[in-house]
């Protein structure tokens, strides 16, 4: 059951995992993007997850690459690095499904020194988003008022 038109981003994402270089490319960076502006990931997470590892452990390495030549006394040692880098990749590769933050972690990916100068509150950022239990159905959720013919929502979100 897809609720989204497939314009070929199945196969692009499966292909994604597959290869052995990896780049992400424009039609996969508009689909993170969609993500982070629905939260709504519309696909298996099996094929979607290997793209978000992917730009999960990308981002961390371009933020460590900053800090370090930018001469960040906070920066983490190498070997703090990787096993950050590490525990962060395993978290995300725990869930069975998207973790209900995804939309969160999207943004954090996208844009990370939006609200994060420093690797280790980054880190941190992600990691608590990425420490839920609570996971979502990949596909998005029909509001009250679609199931039921001649529904109508008031401002309390109650059906009359």
């Excluded at 988003?129 to 109508?152: A, E």
């Amino acid at each position: 059951m897809t609720l989204v038109k497939d314009d070929g981003l199945t196969a692009n994402l499966t292909e994604f995992e597959k290869l052995t270089v990896k780049t992400i490319s424009p039609p996969l960076e508009e689909y993170l993007k969609t993500i982070s502006k629905t939260g709504d990931t519309c696909y298996n997470w099996n094929i979607v997850k290997p793209l978000l590892v992917y730009k999960l452990e990308r981002v961390l390495d371009d933020f460590m690459e900053t800090v370090t030549e930018n001469g960040d006394v906070s920066a983490p040692t190498p070997s703090e690095f990787q096993s950050t880098k590490e525990r962060l990749s395993g978290l995300l590769n725990g869930f069975y499904r998207a973790p209900f933050t995804v939309q969160r972690l999207l943004e954090l990916l996208l844009e990370p020194n939006k609200h994060y100068r420093k690797f280790d509150k980054y880190a941190r950022g992600l990691e608590k988003v990425l420490s839920v239990v609570t996971t979502v159905d990949p596909f998005p959720k029909k509001s009250p008022s679609s199931l039921l013919p001649n529904t109508v929502l008031n401002g309390n979100g109650l059906m009359r």
